[in-house]
């Protein structure tokens, strides 16, 4: 029987791996960065402190969000409503959230090639990895090509 890690944790902070980032180019906001961070994700972040669900969103935005089930759906529907940018999630194809924000919505889907070990604040990859697939969703043209140039994984056209 396959192993499972728990997706509920002492933390929700955990950073995207710079070798995913330095893949997709620049983004303009990061509505969901840590307060501490050893790399920028973008050129402008709103920390949990500013509540990036509720600001302003511009721009080509990255989107990591929190990795709790219960607040995940909520950041999925923003990103899904702003339109522009990649956003970061479990490849949970099965749950109401990915069939509402991401299947007939998204550009693409990047299926990542492995599973990622994420970071902590100081930068130090985790010993265990994600614990479940994970991929990118893009919206907005510009961002599908991102992940298709990217060689990160397998590229999904559409993702209808």
């Known amino acids: 029987m396959k192993a499972h890690q728990s997706a509920v944790g002492a933390t929700d902070v955990w950073l995207t791996p710079r070798w995913i980032l330095d893949r997709l180019g620049k983004f303009d906001l990061d509505p969901a960065a840590p307060a501490v961070r050893p790399w920028p994700t973008a050129e402008h972040h709103y920390t949990e402190a500013d ?33 522009n940018g990649i956003m970061l999630v479990p490849a949970a194809c099965e749950t109401g959230a990915f069939r509402r924000y991401v ?43 991102a992940l298709r140039d990217s060689g990160l994984g397998v590229y999904l056209k559409e993702a209808a």
């Open 51 to 83: 509540n990036g669900l509720i600001q302003r969103w511009f721009g080509r935005v990255w989107l990591n969000p929190p990795f709790n089930r219960y607040q995940r759906v909520r950041w999925m529907e923003r990103m899904a409503w702003h339109g």
């Open 103 to 145: 299947f007939g919505v998204a550009d693409g889907v990047l299926m990542l090639s492995r599973r990622p070990h994420f970071c902590d604040e100081q930068g130090i990859e985790a010993k265990a990895n994600s614990g479940c697939t994970i991929c990118l969703v893009a919206y907005g043209d510009q961002n599908g090509r």
